[in-house]
Nanobody
Framework: QVQLVESGGGWVQPGGSLILSCAASGFSLSRYGMSWYRQVPGKERERELVAAIGMRSDSTNYADSVDGRFTMSRDFAKDMLSLQMNTLKPDDAAVYFC??????????????WGQGTLVTVSS
């Protein structure tokens, strides 16, 4: 079964840190650019791109709202993606989704989404 599985979400106080992980199952991430998105529950039409990393990890881009606080990385050997989130703010609270979008064709699946992991930031 082809899937992306996120983990690491939870509750944290403002100023705290969390590390999100995304593991691929049933396919290799080697031909995919990877991204993290987030969506506030109840706002299904507003899915925000948080960070993106190229297929070869040659470029990483962040939303202005998280730049300098979040760090995205990928482990090719383990087919995993991570998002280190520091100095978390209440505005960072959301469901975080992992996304894989094919950069090098051909592939069987051009785009794969994870189910999401909830991050809650409150005191």
């Amino acid at each position: 079964q082809v899937q992306l599985v996120e983990s690491g979400g939870g509750w944290v106080q403002p100023g705290g840190s969390l590390i999100l992980s995304c593991a691929a199952s049933g396919f290799s991430l080697s031909r995919y650019g990877m991204s993290w998105y987030r969506q506030v529950p109840g706002k299904e039409r507003e899915r925000e791109l948080v960070a993106a990393i190229g297929m070869r990890s040659d470029s990483t881009n962040y939303a202005d709202s998280v730049d300098g606080r979040f760090t995205m990385s990928r482990d090719f050997a383990k087919d995993m993606l991570s998002l280190q989130m520091n100095t978390l703010k209440p505005d960072d609270a959301a469901v975080y989704f992992c996304n894989a979008r094919a950069t090098l064709l051909p592939v069987t699946y051009r785009e794969v989404w994870g189910q999401g992991t909830l991050v809650t930031v409150s005191s």
